[in-house]
């Protein structure tokens, strides 16, 4: 996926977003699967823009820098449409973790379980994040269309933390054994 279809459907989710605000989406509540630098944005909005995908409003401040805002034109809203109906490959999983514990016999295995048990306590406090969320979400009765799709992306994100905690509750029970 490239940096330009998530900064498209940020815009198509809510609009007039400054380059500041969408760094801290990505940080934030996407972080978890997808990430993007401050520098990564402003160029790719650029680019959008350039292309006639976004639009910038300039808002001027009083003693402070202007604030631009961009927002989906009717053309970017039609190429994330193209883009979500095209079939994609499934993504390439990449973590260094698993690179560490695929060589892990040639480390100190107390240094492995230390690692392991690290990422179990990040994965923990990731996955609370995420519960936090979906209990903030379900406090509406009914979810719309927009909130539903944000609602399952949620709901993946806490099933793929679940699923980081108990791998590495059991990579630490088989390095605890004698």
Known sequence: MSLAYAILAFLAQEPARSGYDLAK???????????????QIYMELAHLREQGLVEVQVQPRDGQLEKKTYSLTPLGAEKLREWIGRPIEPSPFKDALMVKMYAGHLADPGEVLAEVR???????EWLSRLRERNRDMLCNTKLEQGQMFRYLT???????????VAWCDEVIALLQQP
């Open 118 to 124: 690290r990422h179990r306590a990040r994965h923990i």
């Open 25 to 39: 989406q990505f940080a934030g509540s996407v972080g978890r699967f997808w990430q993007a630098s401050h520098q």
């Open 154 to 164: 949620l709901r993946r994100g806490i099933r793929l933390e679940e699923e980081w």
